[in-house]
């Protein structure tokens, strides 16, 4: 499967952002998708998993502020950002794999990323 993501951007502290990840190939309905994020000199960090019959993890981090979902007649995975901290630049990654685990090295097929900042 193939994954591509869009819509990050520059935005304020207290605004709202909503990432797309939009799938090709294989059957994107049957897999696990999640969304990581990392930072410059950082490890991948847990976004949200959502499982392919749609029960959602969100880190506590973003717990109460993103929201995940999928459309699986569109293909597509969101994380809704809202009331967006200042924190360091990121890119948001998603991915899509077998098990629904939010643990980046077991999600199989990765995007090239979208760049999310964040000013105070």
């Known amino acids: 499967v193939q994954l591509a993501e869009s819509g990050g951007g520059l935005v304020q502290a207290g605004d709202s952002l909503r990432l797309s990840c939009a799938a090709s190939?294989?059957?994107?309905?049957?897999?696990?998708m999640g969304w990581f994020r990392q930072a410059p000199g950082k490890e991948r960090e847990f976004v949200a998993t959502?499982?392919?019959?749609?029960?959602?993890h969100h880190a506590d981090s973003v717990k109460g502020r993103f929201t995940l979902s999928r459309d699986n007649a569109k293909n597509t995975l969101y994380l809704q950002m809202n009331s967006l901290k200042p924190e360091a630049p990121a890119v948001y990654y998603c991915?899509?794999?077998?098990?629904?685990?939010?643990?980046?090295?077991?999600?199989?097929?990765w995007g090239q990323g979208t760049q999310v900042t964040v000013s105070s």
């Open positions: 991915a899509a794999g077998v098990r629904f685990v939010p643990i980046a090295t077991e999600y199989n097929y």
């Open positions: 190939g294989r059957a994107f309905s049957g897999y696990h």
């Open positions: 959502i499982s392919s019959d749609g029960l959602t």
